[in-house]
């Protein structure tokens, strides 16, 4: 079983940057594919990202593709979200996850952490 935390939230201006991690503990990291979700207030946990366990596939949801970069060092056990040119509506608690399957659905995910707040402001 693998545990996951998160870091690198923050506040940060409308066109700014930031970098998240995620620190996996407990499991064999390079076996599993991971995943960056969030979930905005009242909205629904969306999908943004994932890799693959060996980092040479990567996957984004449409709304974030060409301003976020996920990334994953296995030697280290530390996925990444670098977040570029943030907008409002990236204003969401970010999640990483673990899976056995790279795929936009959360179902598919069976490892979570427990969030690192993004909020952006305009």
């Known amino acids: 079983q693998v545990q996951l935390v998160e870091s690198g939230g923050g506040l940060v201006q409308a066109g700014g940057s930031l970098r998240l991690s995620c620190a996996a503990s407990?499991?064999?990291?390079?076996?599993?594919?991971m995943g960056w979700f969030r979930q905005a207030p009242g909205k629904e946990r969306e999908f943004v990202a994932a890799i693959n366990a060996s980092g040479d596939k990567k996957y984004y949801h449409d709304l974030v593709k060409g301003r976020f970069t996920i990334s994953r060092d296995n030697a280290k056990n530390i996925l990444g979200l670098q977040m570029n040119s943030l907008k409002p509506e990236d204003t969401a608690v970010y999640y990483c996850?673990?899976?056995?399957?790279?795929?936009?659905?959360?179902?598919?995910?069976?490892?979570w952490g427990q969030g690192t707040q993004v909020t952006v402001s305009s």
């Open positions: 996850a673990a899976g056995s399957r790279l795929s936009s659905a959360d179902s598919r995910y069976d490892y």
């Open positions: 407990g499991g064999t990291f390079s076996r599993y594919v």
